[in-house]
């Protein structure tokens, strides 16, 4: 059961151009939303956050927008750099006895084209 | 920013042997630190949530006798793979969380396991 589901498995964009890094969930019970930046054989990088009170978040060139009703978020970057090629996941955070547990999804590969 | 360093980064074990992993929290302290494992293209997929002083929590499906964590201090968590097999074989990262409420995880680079 896959709560949190990134559905386009690879992305590719021009450099200069924005990317849309899409993510949805099932679980109404996640209230923190967070997107990873992750090359390979190396631990996931944090990007930027959400709560589910707001619905847009933004951090320089990455942006994050929330759609609570959709159980839609989705991450802007705008522009696109060579370096930003790697796997983006989005992840989400609820409440589970006391402590918060972090569903991840599976996926995006973002290669930015030069 | 916060570092959490993990070790050894690559470990390669012959079946039936046991391996352990370390999980520091370098500059800040970890009551709470998370375990999770990748599949190649897949997914991080929770194993456990270590906590200082207690017994860990294990996610559905994980064998806690099978993957033993001790959590000893507010700085280092282990996770020791114990008689390991080749479909043990994955890339392990642990991840402790900076502050209270909706902050934000940080990883370590991960373990990659090689059991043959």
């Known amino acids: 059961d896959q709560q949190v589901k990134q559905n386009s498995p690879s992305l590719s964009v021009q450099e200069g151009r924005i990317s849309i890094l899409n993510c949805d969930y099932t679980n109404s019970m996640f209230d923190y939303f967070l997107w990873y930046k992750k090359y390979p054989a190396e631990g996931p990088t944090f990007l930027i956050s959400i709560s589910s009170i707001k619905d847009k978040n933004e951090d320089g060139r990455f942006t994050v927008f929330l759609n609570k009703s959709a159980k839609h978020l989705s991450l802007h970057i705008v522009p696109s750099q060579p370096g930003d090629s790697a796997v983006y996941f989005c992840?989400?955070?609820?409440?589970?006895?006391?402590?918060?547990?972090?569903?991840f999804g599976t996926g995006t590969k973002l290669q930015v084209i030069p | 920013g916060a570092v959490v360093s993990q070790h050894p980064s690559w470990v390669i074990c012959k079946s039936g042997t046991s391996v352990k992993i370390e999980c520091r929290s370098l500059?800040?302290?970890?009551?709470?630190m998370f375990w999770y494992r990748q599949f190649p293209k897949q997914s991080l997929m929770l194993m456990a949530t270590?906590?200082?002083?207690?017994?860990?929590?294990?996610e559905q499906g994980v064998e806690k006798d099978k993957f033993l964590i001790n959590h000893a201090s507010l700085t280092l968590s282990t996770l020791t793979v114990t008689s390991a097999h080749p479909e043990d074989s994955s890339f392990y990262i642990c991840s402790a969380r900076v502050g209270s409420y909706n902050s934000p995880l940080h990883f370590g680079n991960g373990t990659r396991l090689t059991v043959t």
């Open positions: 992840a989400a955070s609820e409440d589970s006895g006391g402590y918060q547990k972090v569903t």
């Open positions: 270590s906590n200082e002083g207690s017994k860990a929590t294990y």
């Open positions: 500059d800040f302290q970890a009551t709470t």
